[in-house]
């Protein structure tokens, strides 16, 4: 079945770096990905929805300088989280559409980030 | 504003026994529903999907009712084991959009 690889699966960083979360497709090409954040006991949110080679679409309320998004191939989406504080800390999931199957997503394992 | 709920939010049951797990939603202009699974820090695993024309679909144990009118599904799990405890996520995505809304999900403790 199809695979989506998210690296690094934890990262602790002190509150003012940037923190680059990866995105694969191993198997598959992906025109559409998303990231989603997830706080404790809470649901998953959408953050933003990246498109292959455009620029990506932020959710309401999503920082789009905090949280760059580059989708530059079908294969790889990057989350980058700029000047990272202690509230960003979540955890980040990640999920690509495969284009020949329709609406199955695939998920990648996840990013715990914790900021200090 | 598509909004999922779950029901209950945890849930404790004996080795064996059959459960139900509940999930409404707001908005019945759905393209399709997907219930995922979710250990704890790791990604989601998908278990099914059921298009907004089906009523159910079927996965082993696994079973999904789908009444998209009242906005509601159920995921049935059969003989259930101690290995299906984690977090069961609902998740919506609405006509044209892949874009899903997720419930907070029900976390399953299957006692041994």
């Known amino acids: 079945g199809a695979v989506v690889s998210q690296h690094p699966s934890w990262v602790i960083c002190k509150s003012g770096t940037s923190v680059k979360i990866e995105c694969r497709s191993l198997?598959?090409?992906?025109?559409?990905m998303f990231w989603y954040r997830q706080f404790p006991k809470q649901s998953l949110m959408l953050m933003a929805t990246?498109?292959?080679?455009?620029?990506?679409?932020?959710e309401q309320g999503v920082e789009k300088d905090k949280f760059l998004i580059n989708h530059a191939s079908l294969t790889l989406s990057t989350l980058t989280v700029t000047s990272a504080h202690p509230e960003d800390s979540s955890f980040y999931i990640c999920?690509?559409?495969?284009?020949?199957?329709?609406?199955?997503?695939?998920f990648g394992s996840g990013t715990q980030l914790s900021v200090l | 504003k598509q909004e999922v709920t779950q029901i209950p939010a945890a849930l404790s049951v004996p080795e064996g026994e059959n459960l139900v797990l509940n999930c409404s939603f707001t908005?019945?202009?759905?393209?399709?529903l997907q219930w995922f699974r979710q250990d704890p820090g790791k990604g989601l695993t998908s278990l099914l999907l059921?298009?907004?024309?089906?009523r159910e679909q079927t996965s082993g144990r696994l079973n999904a009712s789908l009444d998209k009118s009242s906005g509601r599904s159920t995921l049935y799990i059969a003989a259930s084991q101690p290995g299906d405890s984690a977090t069961y996520l609902c998740?919506?995505?609405?006509?044209?959009?892949?874009?899903?809304?997720f419930g907070k999900g029900t976390k399953l403790s299957v006692i041994p």
């Open positions: 990246s498109n292959e080679g455009s620029k990506a679409t932020y």
């Open positions: 998740a919506v995505s609405g006509a044209g959009s892949y874009q899903l809304t």
């Open positions: 059921i298009q907004s024309s089906q």
């Open positions: 999920s690509a559409r495969d284009r020949g199957i329709n609406e199955k997503l695939f």
């Open positions: 908005d019945s202009a759905i393209y399709n």
């Open positions: 198997d598959f090409q992906a025109t559409t």
